[in-house]
């Protein structure tokens, strides 16, 4: 079993920046690609960014290129999403998830194996 915590979101204005964590425990860290997930209201949870188990593969979604950067640090057993230029159409709750099967990274919701509580981020216009 993984339990996976998010740091608290927050409020932030458009334009804005925001970091979001998640530290992971109760297996080997490196063994699970990771990944951030988001949903906002009413619509569909969609992938954000992922990243191998090492670290030396991201992967992201169109909408997030060039302003999203995902990380981690394997010796703090911790995931990270730097997020730039922060648009209102960015407000939604965010998810990361554990691939334990995978090597990554995979920005398909479907092989994940544990997921965070979610943490809400909110983009003010």
């Known amino acids: 079993q993984v339990l996976l915590v998010e740091s608290r979101g927050g409020l932030v204005q458009a334009g804005g920046s925001l970091r979001l964590s998640c530290v992971a425990s109760?297996?080997?860290?490196?063994?699970?690609?990771m990944g951030w997930f988001r949903q906002a209201p009413g619509k569909e949870r969609e992938s954000v960014a992922a990243?191998?188990?090492?670290?030396?593969?991201?992967s992201y979604a169109d909408s997030v290129k060039g302003r999203f950067t995902i990380s981690r640090d394997n010796a703090k057993n911790a995931v990270y999403l730097q997020m730039n230029s922060l648009k209102p159409e960015d407000t939604a709750v965010y998810y990361c998830?554990?691939?334990?099967?995978?090597?990554?990274?995979?920005?398909?919701?479907?092989?994940?194996?544990?997921w965070g509580q979610g943490t809400q981020v909110t983009v003010s216009s």
């Open positions: 990243i191998s188990r090492g670290g030396g593969s991201t």
């Open positions: 109760g297996r080997t860290f490196t063994s699970y690609a």
């Open positions: 998830a554990a691939d334990y099967h995978g090597y990554g990274p995979t920005l398909s919701q479907y092989v994940y194996d544990y």
